[in-house]
């Protein structure tokens, strides 16, 4: 068992991104949360394409500054 493997079965979705919004990883809340977009499928694809105007220019705003979106 890896120190990180309760990511996974945490109940909120987690999506992890690089600096240019490649989706890197995303535990079971955010596959089952985005299931209808393609679900784990949408590792490799840009976060910026799934997100359209004015929600795509503040993912690219925070982006740009290193910031992370945090919501409940």
Sequence with gaps: MSEHD?????????TVCDPRG???D???K????FEKDGGRNLIG???LD???EPTRGKV???LARH???VYT
């Design 22 to 24: 490649i989706i890197l």
């Design 45 to 47: 694809c840009n976060l």
């Design 67 to 69: 910031e992370k979106n």
């Design 26 to 28: 995303m535990n079971d």
């Design 60 to 62: 690219e705003m925070l």
């Design 6 to 14: 309760w990511i996974q079965e945490f109940p909120a979705a987690i």
């Design 50 to 52: 799934c997100h359209p």
């Design 30 to 33: 955010a596959a089952k949360t």
